[in-house]
């Protein structure tokens, strides 16, 4: 591979055996021949933000090298997605079989309509701070020129249940 870019991936399931889909969608990112795991959080069951009528989810964060580009990347983690079983989702942050979603690229800022890095909810949510802040807190967000730390403190004792999943 020539090239590398390192990449964040959230891994998410609220259907089914989650822990299991989680599993299969990391070890999916694991084996495009384009990517390698470099580094994985822990497990956390958390609690739906967006949507709230709907089972909790099993999350998790990935640190992955990659040759390819953010688009052949999504196009990669979409794939995965549907091999998984996921359908056309009929309600916006609706439950989802496997959801795979591109956190950061590199220190890389891109608006498309396709795809926008860094993800623009991420600094909001638990489910994405807590794990990442498990592989590296001190990874400063490209926009908002903080670190990863600093932002889950930010939340401060807001009510986004995240539990250490055992
Ligand atoms: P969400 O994960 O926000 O609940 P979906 O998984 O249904 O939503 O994704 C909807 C669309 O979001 C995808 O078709 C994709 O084109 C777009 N998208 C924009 N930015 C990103 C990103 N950083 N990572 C993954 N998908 C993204
Ligand atoms: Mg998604």
Same mark, same amino acid.
């Given at each position: 591979? /020539?090239?590398?870019?390192?990449?964040?991936? /959230?891994?998410? /399931?609220?259907?089914? +055996?989650?822990?299991?889909?989680?599993?299969?969608?990391?070890?999916?990112?694991?084996?495009?021949?384009? /990517?390698?795991?470099?580094?994985?959080?822990?497990?956390?069951?958390?609690?739906?933000?967006?949507?709230?009528?709907?089972?909790?989810?099993?999350?998790?964060?990935?640190? @992955?090298?990659?040759?390819? +580009?953010?688009?052949?990347? @999504? +196009?990669? #983690?979409?794939?995965?997605?549907?091999?998984?079983?996921?359908?056309?989702?009929?309600?916006?942050?609706?439950?989802?079989?496997?959801?795979?979603? #591109?956190?950061?690229?590199?220190?890389?800022?891109?608006?498309?309509?396709? =795809?926008? #890095?860094?993800?623009?909810?991420?600094?909001?949510?638990?489910?994405?701070?807590?794990?990442?802040?498990?592989?590296?807190?001190?990874?400063?967000?490209?926009? =908002?020129?903080?670190?990863?730390?600093?932002? =889950?403190?930010? =939340?401060?004792? +807001?009510?986004?249940?995240?539990?250490?999943?055992?």
């Amino acid at each position: 591979m /020539s090239d590398l870019h390192i990449v964040y991936i /959230s891994v998410g /399931s609220n259907i089914g +055996d989650k822990l299991a889909n989680c599993q299969k969608g990391i070890q999916a990112l694991n084996e495009t021949g384009h /990517s390698k795991i470099l580094a994985q959080s822990r497990f956390y069951a958390t609690e739906p933000v967006d949507f709230e009528d709907q089972d909790w989810f099993i999350n998790a964060m990935v640190k @992955l090298e990659t040759s390819d +580009d953010p688009f052949q990347l @999504l +196009d990669q #983690i979409e794939l995965i997605e549907r091999t998984a079983g996921r359908k056309i989702d009929p309600v916006r942050f609706g439950p989802r079989i496997l959801d795979l979603d #591109i956190i950061l690229y590199n220190d890389r800022i891109i608006n498309s309509e396709r =795809l926008v #890095i860094p993800h623009p909810r991420m600094h909001k949510r638990r489910f994405v701070l807590k794990p990442i802040c498990d592989i590296n807190p001190g990874i400063i967000h490209p926009v =908002l020129k903080k670190e990863m730390r600093f932002l =889950l403190e930010c =939340l401060g004792n +807001d009510n986004q249940k995240v539990l250490e999943y055992r």
